[in-house]
């Protein structure tokens, strides 16, 4: 890019090349500015290790985004290859050592979920039950949290698909079972059903015991917050898909579905009052969002990474383009386990 096409508000732009993956580009825009002709990184595109990134993300490549995508750091402005093993994921996540790298097994045929530590060494692989589709892991490093897509439940007919959610136990590398072995209540009542889906687990930050997750069923996407410990869930309030706790515990930024389609809006939710708000994206967005920190999301919309403020103020912003999976690695987003200096802004 020249110098003569920069705008005052471009903090930075950034290619780095990812080989048959395509590349990946970073941006900090101001709300009206647009990223133009980005120049090679070349070899200021070091490795970094886990410890000095400030985000996580998985390339796509335009062409097949179904195909698994490796995994990226985003340091001090720029995106930077990991100085370890690579990482090819459908789904990432790392938060207090540990990480969660669902993918295709090396069969081709199955799948599985990889727990990995700092260095991005593989510590165990769990098999997963379908096509990965989210990913979380609680900030202590404790447990992790998958969700697949299924096929082969009775009540859907021939070729239908559902989900599956299962806890990690990612001390042990064991699966902890799928939510559909645990307890639901509703207004105090046991509540009971053979079209349970659901998916989207997020682990409270300060309790990893803790966690919310969507319950499908009978036509309701309600919001569950559930125990791990207990095997418990409790379902909170109705209309909310892919729930994501903000760190002060207060909120919760959730895709809302808008009509009868498969279509959604970002929306932040009051604990306190169960009330929410749209924010700036008004695009249609299939993903579950992430919190930068207390005041901004991040999150994809399947070929690129935004920002957007929480409080439902101000436009989206480019942050990283050929990209998904976003995965904040500052203390807000999560304990990496090793010192960081966070620089990304919403």
Not at 63 to 80: I, K, Q, W
Not at 169 to 179: F, K, P, Q, W
Request: aromatic share 8%; proline share 5%.
């Amino acid at each position: 890019m020249s110098a003569g096409r920069r705008r005052a508000l471009i903090a930075v732009a950034a290619l780095c090349v990812v080989g048959a993956f395509g590349y990946l580009a970073f941006a900090v825009l101001g709300s009206d500015d647009e990223v133009e002709g980005a120049q090679p990184l070349g070899a200021a595109g070091e490795p970094v290790s886990i410890g000095e990134a400030q985000l996580l993300a998985r390339a796509v490549d335009r062409e097949d985004r179904a195909r698994a995508g490796r995994v990226f750091a985003l340091s001090a402005g720029h995106p930077r290859q990991l100085a370890a093993a690579e990482l090819e994921c459908e789904r990432v996540y790392f938060a207090g050592g540990r990480g969660l790298c669902l993918r295709t097994a090396p069969n081709r045929i199955s799948y599985e979920a990889t727990v990995f530590d700092s260095a991005l060494r593989p510590l165990a692989e769990v098999p997963l039950a379908g096509l990965p589709s989210r990913a979380r892991v609680s900030a202590d490093g404790r447990y992790g949290a998958a969700t697949v897509f299924v096929n082969g439940h009775e009540y859907l007919g021939a070729g239908g698909f559902s989900t599956a959610a299962t806890i990690i136990d990612l001390r042990a590398g064991e699966s902890l079972g799928n939510l559909e072995s645990f307890a639901v209540s509703k207004d105090g009542r046991r509540l009971e059903s053979p079209d349970f889906n659901f998916w989207g687990i997020d682990f409270d930050r300060r309790d990893s015991d803790r966690f919310y997750a969507t319950l499908r069923s009978g036509g309701h996407y309600y919001l569950v917050e559930g125990s791990v410990d207990d095997r418990s869930l409790r379902v909170l309030r109705d209309g909310v898909e892919c729930p994501s706790l903000s760190p002060d515990g207060t909120r919760i930024a959730f895709k809302s579905r808008t009509g009868d389609e498969d279509r959604w809006r970002l929306a932040v939710l009051d604990l306190a009052t169960l009330e929410d708000h749209p924010v700036g994206e008004r695009r249609s967005i299939d993903d579950q969002p992430e919190w930068l920190d207390d005041s901004t999301l991040v999150y994809s919309d399947g070929l690129d990474v935004y920002t957007v403020a929480a409080d439902g103020s101000g436009s989206p912003r480019l942050a990283l383009r050929n990209a998904s999976s976003p995965a904040s690695l500052t203390p807000a987003g999560g304990d990496t386990g090793e010192k960081t200096n966070p620089q990304v802004k919403g």
